[in-house]
């Protein structure tokens, strides 16, 4: 069975990217491309953090341009502290609006069955992995670099939204946005030995190709330790787009160094 298919909008010159199976169940999501913002330079142009440097009122601009395009709540999101690592947080009401990502949590998951709140996380080559339970309106969001994937923070995502839900794995819905490929992530032997004491033999041979020395596929991992939960294959959607590839398209950190990062999102909502 072929994957659930992608799709792209655009609205005011902002390009995003989200899954056909989501939206056919009112779970409103996102993975943001780099265009149709206001920040200039290495930030060019729809930046969503000032953190390298960016102009604070550009950034806020392109919050607001996202938000006009999307039909998003402004005002109503919930942003984290990314750490790299396992940690969920549980949202149980909306955040006061910000757009730097101050005085929050340090996580990489969020989940939530509020109404009106948007959970969000940056990326500039991490994976982002939006979740969903078919109309119950609870939705939850991951940002898995590869530490966090070592870590197993998809799974902790999907645990606490099920939690949240009073769901199981079997039920969820998932999408994996764009990341860095296996065609660019080149990491070193510690990172292979890691894996390999956590994961075994046999699955990091699955994410892990020799080369220079070695070569991490993050959306493999993040895909088989959704099907280890018992998440179905057929109900998770992937951005197959590698952004240190497509300059065009997406920040790459790795690529630039300093450089923007995307925004990914997701709300929860009635089903359809």
């Not at 039920?171 to 065609?183: E, N, T, V, Y």
């Not at 990091?204 to 020395?213: C, N, W």
């Amino acid at each position: 069975m072929s994957a659930p298919a992608i799709v792209e909008h655009r609205g005011g010159g902002v390009l995003w990217f989200a899954a056909e199976h989501l939206e056919r169940r009112g779970v409103h999501h996102g993975f943001t491309a780099r265009s149709g913002g206001a920040s200039r330079g290495v930030f060019s142009s729809l930046n969503f953090s000032s953190r390298e440097g960016d102009v604070p009122r550009r950034v806020i601009e392109n919050w607001g341009r996202l938000e006009t395009a999307a039909a998003l709540p402004a005002g109503g999101w919930a942003l984290l502290s990314q750490v790299h690592g396992a940690q969920v947080e549980r949202v149980v009401a909306g955040s006061p609006s910000c757009h730097h990502r101050r005085n929050h949590a340090e996580a990489d998951g969020l989940a939530t069955a509020a109404k009106g709140v948007v959970l969000g996380v940056l990326t500039a080559d991490c994976l982002p992995v939006v979740l969903a339970v078919p109309g119950g309106g609870a939705v939850a969001i991951a940002h898995a670099g590869w530490r966090g994937t070592l870590e197993g923070v998809v799974q902790q995502t999907a645990r606490e939204l099920c939690a949240v839900a009073g769901a199981e794995p079997v039920d969820l819905l998932a999408a994996i946005g764009p990341s860095i490929g296996r065609c660019c992530l080149q990491v070193g032997a510690e990172v292979h030995a890691a894996f390999h004491e956590r994961w075994g033999a046999a699955q990091t041979r699955r994410i892990l190709e020799k080369s220079d020395p070695w070569r991490l596929d993050l959306q493999t991992a993040n895909l088989i330790q959704l099907r280890e939960i018992g998440v179905r294959t057929s109900n998770v959607a992937l951005v197959q787009h590698c952004t240190c590839c497509r300059k065009e398209l997406f920040f790459s950190y790795r690529r630039d160094g300093r450089t923007g990062r995307m925004l990914n999102f997701v709300t929860a909502a009635e089903e359809a």
